[in-house]
Nanobody, 124 residues
Framework: QVQLVESGGGLVQAGGSLRLSCAAS????????MGWFRQAPGKDDDFVAT????????YYGDSVKGRFTISRDNARNAVYLQMNSLKPDDTAVYYC?????????????????WGQGTQVTVSS
């Protein structure tokens, strides 16, 4: 069973950047489609990005297109989310997830494994 641990969250000013990392153990990241989701207080869970198992396909949520980039490093068994031009609306707990499907989706139910989340706070 895959265990996922996110890191890299923190407090940043609007317009700044952060890079989130998701380290996997107990499984090989290259075998899974990987995704990032987020949840802000009082809001529904929000799909952020996904990358297919072979890196050929990526999808982004409309609110982050052009600002966020998902990538993976199979040698390090890790997935990353580069977040640029951050806005206060990006404030949320960000979760890494792994799907046994070859191509990820925007649906949480399609991901079998989840990390504990990392807090991102963007100040105005």
């Amino acid at each position: 069973q895959v265990q996922l641990v996110e890191s890299g969250g923190g407090l940043v000013q609007a317009g700044g950047s952060l890079r989130l990392s998701c380290a996997a153990s107990g499984g090989v990241v290259s075998s899974y489609a990987m995704g990032w989701f987020r949840q802000a207080p009082g809001k529904d869970d929000d799909f952020v990005a996904t990358i297919s198992d072979n890196n050929s396909v990526t999808y982004y949520g409309d609110s982050v297109k052009g600002r966020f980039t998902i990538s993976r490093d199979n040698a390090r068994n890790a997935v990353y989310l580069q977040m640029n031009s951050l806005k206060p609306d990006d404030t949320a707990v960000y979760y890494c997830a792994a799907s046994e499907r070859p191509v990820g989706t925007m649906r949480q139910r399609d991901y079998e494994y989840w990390g504990q989340g990392t807090q991102v706070t963007v100040s105005s």
